[in-house]
Antibody
Framework: EVQLVQSGAEVKKPGESLKISCKGS????????IGWVRQMPGRGLEWMGI????????IYSPSFQGQVTISADKSISTAYLQWSSLKASDTAMYYC???????????WGQGTTVTVSS | EIVLTQSPGTLSLSPGERATLSCRAS???????LAWFQQKPGQTPRLLIY???SRATGIPDRFSGSGSGTDFTLTISRLEPEDFAVYYC?????????FGQGTKVEIK
């Protein structure tokens, strides 16, 4: 079964750093793009960026360029989303999703809730 | 960046009625790379339609997609109680993916 399993919920203070993960299984992790999507409380879906784990090529949405870092470790089939200095406005649910060619984002992780509060 | 605008923001309908959701792009989108998702409260988005009109695995045939260029439509032929949710369109052309802001289908 193709699965993406994300790391657990996080509660952080403003200014702290954070790295959340998305582990793929049941498919060739290096052969498919993984995207990250933000959903702020009560709001819609926002595409943040994508990574191709095979060569770690990353493309960011202009809205998130410079705000987050997307990376991957293909040796453990895991993609990451990280912040160097969190803000309260980073409070959201974050999803990873796998793109399967023309099928689009057909497999999603369960989501990671990030809460940033002093 | 391609901007997707969905309308209406909210659609109030009764079970059994037909729902028509619109997604308009700021520039032409290849029909091969236009998708629709359904999201219920507290749940992960679920892929309904990809490539404008192809249903994803397990999606009932009351869901259909159509369109081309800058105008795309998701139609739910007869609403079932489980169809009341928020629907998002998404384009995934090349290296830039964007979502529409969503249409909420609520029970009238």
């Amino acid at each position: 079964e193709v699965q993406l399993v994300q790391s657990g919920a996080e509660v952080k203070k403003p200014g702290e750093s954070l790295k959340i993960s998305c582990k793929g299984s049941g498919y060739s992790f290096t052969s498919f793009w993984i995207g990250w999507v933000r959903q702020m409380p009560g709001r819609g879906l926002e595409w943040m960026g994508i990574i191709y784990p095979g060569d770690s090529n990353v493309i960011y949405s202009p809205s998130f360029q410079g705000q987050v870092t997307i990376s991957a470790d293909k040796s453990i089939s895991t993609a990451y989303l990280q912040w160097s200095s969190l803000k309260a406005s980073d409070t959201a649910m974050y999803y990873c999703a796998k793109r399967t060619g023309v099928y689009g984002m057909d497999v999603w992780g369960q989501g990671t809730t990030v809460t940033v509060s002093s | 960046e391609i901007v997707l605008t969905q309308s209406p923001g909210t659609l109030s309908l009764s079970p059994g009625e037909r729902a028509t959701l619109s997604c308009r792009a700021s520039q032409s989108v290849s029909s091969s790379y236009l998708a629709w998702f359904q999201q219920k409260p507290g749940q992960t988005p679920r892929l309904l339609i990809y490539g404008t009109s192809s249903r994803a695995t397990g999606i009932p045939d009351r869901f259909s997609g159509s369109g081309s260029g800058t105008d795309f439509t998701l139609t739910i032929s007869r609403l079932e109680p489980e169809d009341f949710a928020v629907y998002y369109c998404q384009q995934y052309v090349g290296s830039s993916w964007t979502f529409g802001q969503g249409t909420k289908v609520e029970i009238k």
